[in-house]
């Protein structure tokens, strides 16, 4: 499986990213929460990857860490349009999250379902462990 940067400009130029943009011309934003606590503790420093998995190669779209508030802000991700023909089911892509947090080794991946326009908001409970802290999702 190959894998490539949404934003490198190489790929950009590929086969692989024109057909996935002609399929998926509009956008929608994704909003990542993390917490632990009943969401009275936010996780910095969480590594969250957001990519797609397209004929066998992997699309990367974010990789960054949460801030100090626990959020990452407005991650704008690709999405096909909301036609007339498509509204009363409308079109959708579905991404993968992978939530990494490296001090205590913790990896675990969510899905979320992108529409065209709408903000998408996906909560990541970390949970607390009686040992160091942070010890899972």
Known sequence: MNTYNFDDPIFRESQLYQNFIDEN???GYLRIRAYAASQAIPISGLRIIVSKTVDDNK??????????????????????R?????QMIPKNITYDIEAIYEPDNIQRVYYVNMYENVYAVQNINVVPSINNGVGGF
């Open 25 to 27: 011309p509009s956008n």
């Open 59 to 80: 699309i990367i779209f974010f990789n960054g860490v949460t801030n100090n508030s626990g959020v990452i802000e407005r991650i704008t991700l690709p999405t096909p």
């Open 82 to 86: 909301i036609g007339d023909d498509n």
